[in-house]
């Protein structure tokens, strides 16, 4: 008890100390507020910036390997896209193969896409990301239907003219009509009911593929509308891993093996397909936003360190002004620790303050309308910003905190 009523009554003392010179402390602590806000506001954009970057790129998947002719990467050096431009498409022949004998894989899919124009009555969507997919398509990508619901075996196996639509594409043919499900649209002049509508998922930070602009019809109808092949539209397949990293390595060697196979492959040959992952965007983004969160840090880092001999030097001032003072305390029976942890809260609760105050700015930038770019303060960043002012403030005090503990109260007590 005699421990939490020193550590009060340091608190109070410090607070008093901050009352009675409320100019200087607002002065010192804008240097902490400076910093914390440089560093803050750099990790915060770079954070956001990442994560809208990355929801761009949601259309590849999670765990997901797909075979294509081109490699995301070529390994460095030049990147031989003659070479990649000769290899064969994946075709329909080569998944049922996959599928049948895979056993990597919680779910495999082909799909092919085109670009054209949508319409009903005298609407039309022009640009409709029309994509002939499979029934296990679901299960690789994230098809949030929110109205209706998705293909049927049946519907797939038999090619119906059946379509799951995008948000985008529903607003602009129906314009408002809360009822969609059942109703026809024209595809390529072939009618076709909705019976999905897909969920809206907004504005994304670059022209990427959104599941707004999309329309999902069966593999096989969209075979009969398109040529598919090597001088056609080239279809994908793709194979979604469990969520395990080794099982990822399984895949990929399971994949690659069965597709040489199908092939016809000799042992010497070099495979003529690429399997690419989603991930190493992903990871080839977060490399990138490290560096620049990094350098960002070190940027604020200099603030920040200006606003720290700026709390020590007006600690210094604080220990003079307080001389006579100190030595009356350890006059009356006043311990080091005691007078040490006054000027130890004075400057830690100053550099709070101000860690506080360059928060509340970030914070603000928050509700600043920056286009498709969503600011967000996360937890960690909060966290981090509230540490750090603490440290600052502690290491800053440390010194004029230990210089008042050390006094002679008689030496103290005789100083003007």
Not at 303 to 309: E, N, W
Request: hydrophobic share 45%; net charge neutral.
């Amino acid at each position: 008890m005699i421990i939490f009523r020193l550590i009060w009554e340091s608190f109070r003392f410090a607070l008093q100390a901050l009352k009675s010179n409320l100019t200087r402390t607002i002065l010192s602590l804008l240097g902490v507020t400076i910093g914390i806000f440089a560093i803050i506001a750099v990790f915060t954009l770079v954070d956001s910036l990442e994560k809208n970057i990355k929801s761009s790129f949601s259309f590849l998947g999670t765990n997901v390997v797909r075979v294509d002719r081109f490699p995301f990467a070529a390994g460095g050096g030049e990147y031989p896209w003659w070479k990649y431009f000769r290899r064969p498409p994946g075709n329909y022949n080569e998944f049922l193969f996959l599928e049948e004998r895979m056993k990597n894989a919680e779910a495999i899919t082909i799909s092919a896409s085109a670009n054209t124009t949508i319409k009903r009555g005298s609407s039309s969507f022009g640009g409709a990301n029309l994509q002939g997919v499979v029934f296990n398509h679901k299960e690789v990508y994230d098809i949030p239907v929110v109205e209706g619901r998705f293909f049927t075996e049946l519907e797939i196996s038999a090619a119906r003219n059946v379509t799951v639509i995008g948000a985008k594409i529903a607003q602009t043919l129906f314009q408002g009509d809360d009822n969609i499900i059942g109703k026809e649209v024209k595809i390529k002049g072939q009618k076709f009911i909705v019976i999905g509508l897909l969920e809206e998922e907004g504005e994304g930070l670059f022209d990427m593929p959104s599941k707004d602009d999309a329309c999902l019809i069966p593999f096989g109808t969209f075979g009969k509308m398109y040529y598919m092949g090597r001088w056609g539209v080239e279809p994908t397949i793709a194979a979604k891993g469990y969520d395990d990293d080794k099982n990822l390595v399984a895949l990929e060697n399971e994949m690659t093996g069965l597709l040489r196979a199908k092939r016809g492959l000799k042992p010497i040959e070099e495979d003529n397909f690429a399997l690419n992952k989603s991930e190493f965007i992903q990871n080839a983004i977060g490399a990138i936003f490290d560096v620049i969160s990094i350098a960002g840090a070190v940027i604020g880092g200099f603030s920040i360190l200006v606003g720290g001999f700026g709390i020590a030097n007006i600690m210094f001032v604080s220990v003079r002004e307080r001389t006579n003072i100190i030595g009356i305390q350890k006059s009356l029976g006043a311990k080091n620790y005691f007078i040490l942890l006054q000027f130890l809260f004075e400057s830690t609760f100053l550099s709070l303050f101000g860690g506080l105050a360059g928060l509340l700015l970030v914070f603000a930038i928050t509700f600043i309308p920056l286009g498709a770019l969503e600011v967000f303060l996360s937890a960690k960043n909060i966290i981090l910003g509230l540490g750090l002012s603490s440290t600052i403030g502690m290491l800053s005090g440390s010194i004029p905190a230990g210089m008042a503990a050390k006094m002679d109260p008689v030496e103290a007590i005789r100083s003007n």
